[in-house]
């Protein structure tokens, strides 16, 4: 009778849906040592990319192109590499949080319209541009995780501007 009642009110359902989410979270968890080989990789890659893409940049006709890509590319690769040392959801978490969100909204914009304007629009000028930006909005992100940096950055800034 218990067991008839427990799956007429829907809590056996939830008592095996919770199951599932644990077997699942269970067997995604990584160990500490694959998670550090996975940044590394990563991290390997994305670099990879990056040397590649300023190195296509000496070929004719295609260059800028091949640039345009391995860099991003190589960007995409470098922020996906933090993705395993925290895990994904709680970089997302830390990328939407209130001392990050523009930097990162800017950053993630800058990846998009970079690959527009060189696929889409084919303006290579502006194509720079967003690359150029990318770079900025990369670091100002990465300096973020460095507490007081941008602080001090800002006030040094200021100073010189005085």
Same mark, same amino acid.
């Given at each position: ?35 550090? %080989? ?10 990879? *990319?990056? @040397? #590649?893409?300023? +190195? &296509?940049? !000496? ?38 949080? %209130? ?10 914009? *800058?990846? @998009? #319209?970079?690959? +527009? &304007?060189? !696929? ?43």
């Amino acid at each position: 009778m218990d067991k008839l009642k427990s799956v007429l009110s829907g809590e056996e359902a939830r008592r095996d849906d919770r199951n599932i989410i644990q077997q699942v979270n269970q067997a995604s968890t990584l160990g500490w040592g694959t998670r550090i %080989k996975g940044f590394i990789a990563c991290f390997v890659v994305g670099a990879a *990319c990056t @040397v #590649l893409g300023v +190195c &296509a940049l !000496f070929l004719p006709k295609i260059g800028i192109t091949l640039f345009i890509v391995f860099y991003t590319f190589g960007n995409i690769c470098a922020l996906c590499s933090t993705m395993f040392l925290m895990g994904p959801m709680k970089q997302l978490k830390r990328m939407c949080d %209130k001392t990050r969100a523009l930097a990162t909204t800017i950053m993630l914009t *800058c990846l @998009v #319209l970079t690959l +527009c &304007a060189a !696929f889409w629009w084919k303006n290579f000028g502006l194509a720079l541009l967003f690359v150029i930006l990318q770079v900025l909005s990369f670091t100002w992100y990465s300096l973020s995780y460095i507490p007081c940096v941008r602080e001090a950055i800002m006030r040094m800034l200021a100073m010189f501007i005085k």
